[in-house]
């Protein structure tokens, strides 16, 4: 039992450090990309 919840812990912290990193630099650089290939288009 314990190996599962440390295994479960790891994947959350993992995931929770995903969703941080996401939101801090991911948004930006998809909201740049989105505005240039909206002007592109148009």
């Known amino acids: 039992?314990?190996?599962s919840a440390?295994?479960?812990r790891t994947m959350l912290l993992i995931c929770f450090l995903g969703l941080m990193?996401?939101?801090s630099g991911g948004e930006k650089?998809?909201?740049s990309e989105s505005a240039e290939h909206g002007h592109s288009h148009e």
Request: aromatic share 8%; with cysteine.
């Open 1 to 3: 039992m314990k190996t």
């Open 6 to 8: 440390t295994l479960f």
């Open 21 to 23: 990193t996401a939101c």
């Open 29 to 31: 650089e998809t909201t």
